[in-house]
């Protein structure tokens, strides 16, 4: 874990809420002066804490408001086979969240598709056609109660 103080959290919380916020506007919400919220903003960047800065879009409004769970389990667990399957799948634009996870199924994929016609040409032609599916199993969102991307951070 980074060695970061109650300022640096602080940064991080507001740049959670609102990646555009400026220097000048964190600065004046945290009673410093803009050079050191900069100095410490390369820093978490540098040391990899802030990884990127990116957009969150409302899917709906782009057509993609299907939401499906895939349990994805493998025939051969060979580290070659499972690192084949990771390589395959983040070339799939339909999948936008990808686990290796414990339990019954190897990985769980969260895919994002327009209706059920674009589900079934990527299950067809897309996840079937990857070497080494055992068997998959979708589960369908009804209702998406809470999806957000902000890090729990405790001050």
């Given at each position: 874990m980074a060695n970061l103080d109650i300022i640096d959290l602080k940064i991080l919380q507001l740049l959670q809420a609102n990646a555009l916020m400026t220097n000048k506007e964190i600065a004046a919400r945290l009673n410093?002066?803009?050079?050191?919220?900069h100095e410490r903003?390369?820093?978490?960047?540098?040391?990899?804490v802030i990884e990127k800065y990116t957009a969150?879009?409302?899917?709906s409004k782009l057509g993609k408001s299907l939401v499906v769970l895939v349990d994805v389990t493998l025939k051969e667990h060979a580290a070659s086979f499972l690192e084949q399957f990771e390589k395959d799948v983040l070339l799939l634009p339909e999948v936008v969240e990808c686990y290796c996870i414990s339990g019954g199924s190897d990985f769980l994929l969260k895919v994002l598709v327009?209706?059920?016609d674009e589900y079934r040409?990527?299950?067809?032609?897309?996840?079937?056609?990857l070497s080494n599916i055992g068997n998959a199993q979708s589960r369908f969102v009804v209702n998406e109660i809470k999806s957000q991307t902000p890090v729990p951070i405790d001050v």
């Open positions: 410093l002066t803009t050079t050191p919220i903003i390369k820093r978490l960047e540098n040391e990899g969150i879009l409302n899917k327009k209706d059920m040409h990527f299950i067809l032609h897309k996840l079937a056609t």
